[in-house]
């Protein structure tokens, strides 16, 4: 028997639904092994010329230019992403509001206290599924986010991986659980 109810989530996001530097995803595997090559790459020009640095006069600063540098672009890569992100929800109050999402066969209804729309399952170009959270993408840059702990029951994270399935063939990336 074929399952037809509809699954409703309301939403009030986090910053960490959408970004935590410390989550294990292909983005944060990127930073930090590029993090990890810069570093070394400082650490071999740092051994390698620190004697030929020192000797000159006010190599000193030269070497201790190079360390803030190596700082700033750790910094950069691994904690400007999350503040961006916490940034983002503090000067927009569209992210910090309640959503209420209905997702049903024919799409998703969401609904604010400012805004109601009904997309269609084609509007969203791919769905994929992390351990805390789903994400439905509308363009390269955007996208809806729907954390787990909104759910009511395992039932509706079931119900909605079917919907997905059903209705965005060879658009989405589930998990199996």
């Known amino acids: 028997m074929e399952d037809n109810r509809d699954v409703v989530v309301g939403v009030g996001l986090k910053p960490n639904d959408v970004y935590t530097p410390f989550s294990w995803s292909t983005g944060n595997l990127v930073r930090w092994v590029i993090s990890f090559v810069l570093c070394l790459i400082f650490y071999d020009v740092y051994k390698g010329s620190q004697e030929v640095i020192s000797s000159v006069q006010g190599g000193e600063s030269i070497l201790a230019v190079m360390a803030l540098l190596a700082l700033f672009i750790l910094f950069a890569l691994l904690v400007f992403p999350y503040l961006r992100m916490r940034a983002k929800f503090r000067k927009s109050p569209a992210m910090t509001m309640m959503w209420l999402y209905t997702f049903t066969a024919t799409g998703i209804r969401i609904q604010s206290d400012d805004a109601t729309s009904d997309c269609k399952w084609s509007l969203f170009l791919r769905a994929w599924e992390s351990p805390s959270v789903f994400v439905f993408s ?20 079931a119900r909605l991986r079917e919907l997905i399935r059903n ?6 990336r589930l998990r199996r659980d």
């Open 138 to 157: 509308l363009t390269t840059h955007g996208a809806i986010y729907v954390p787990k702990r909104c759910f009511a029951s395992s039932n509706d994270v």
């Open 167 to 172: 209705n965005m063939p060879g658009k989405w």
